[in-house]
């Protein structure tokens, strides 16, 4: 059973990497076809964020749909290690 469980989230985890990557990449490729820079520091920071959006007007909705799945995946990504570590808590106490 627990060999189970581990190949289980260690597949949950290669499968959420892969999609992570190419979603975020396909974000990226965009932006560089684009010349649109920015620093990544710049997402988290609101205001720096807006200056950032006011250089390029013409794709703000692109921008902010990267930025959306950035911290989302970031979220994600804490998410499940939480509930990794609290899985296996509970595997190991039974």
Excluded: C
């Excluded at 990557?21 to 920071?45: G, K, P, S």
């Amino acid at each position: 059973m627990r060999i189970f469980l581990m190949l289980a989230i260690f597949g949950i985890f290669v499968l959420f990497n892969l999609y992570i990557r190419v979603r975020t990449m396909n974000f990226y490729r965009q932006l560089v076809r684009n010349r649109i820079q920015f620093n990544f520091a710049d997402m988290f920071n609101r205001n720096k964020w807006d200056s950032v959006l006011e250089k390029y007007p013409q794709h703000q909705e692109l921008m902010n749909r990267f930025r959306v799945h950035i911290i989302n995946t970031g979220a994600l990504f804490v998410s499940s290690v939480f509930l990794v570590i609290f899985l296996l808590i509970i595997f190991r106490h039974n």
